[in-house]
Every structure is written in structure tokens, then in C-alpha cells.
């Protein structure tokens, strides 16, 4: 379990956050959640957003010893709701 906090009266910066995981043999699953007073998105235009408190979860196996498998799920909320799914494949070497 991991919990995060930075306060910064300068710039009224403000973040919060904390999350859960496990990991048991080559399974790791985590859960979270926190809250940034200002963010800033980079997808087709660059957007600046005001109280944005995101909702996670993400999951990886390690199908081979050097191989592992990722996904993740964001939920932004905004004054709307943005999801997001994230599917990775990672290699050691």
C-alpha cells in the first residue's frame, strides 16, 4: 500500500493519492486513486484541467521469464469523464 501527498503553497499546487497491490507468483494487480488540483493532458491537443481525481486499475503477468504482459484502466474525472485502456508488452533483457 503506498499513500502520496504534495502541498505546495507557492504555486497552489496540490496532489493526493494512494493505491493498493498484490503480486503472487508471476500475477501483479493493483488499485488506486488520487486527486491533482491542476493537470495537463497530451493527446490530440495539449489542455489544462482543474480538479481532476483519476480511478485505476492494472494487472501484468510475466508469461515467460523474460516476457511480461500489462494492462491498465484510468478513469479521469473532469467536468466529464475520460477512460483510458492501456495494453503493454515488455521484454527483459
Known sequence: MELRALV????SFLAL???AGYSVRRIKVEAGTYYQRWKVNYYRDVE?????RTVYASAGV???PWLELRARYTLEIVDRYIQSAFFS???DL
Not at 8 to 11: L, M, V, Y
Not at 48 to 52: K, V
Open 8 to 11: 505546495s503553497e507557492q504555486d
Open 17 to 19: 493519492g494512494g493505491s
Open 48 to 52: 489544462e484541467l482543474q480538479n481532476a
Open 62 to 64: 510475466r508469461a515467460l
Open 89 to 91: 508488452i515488455r521484454e
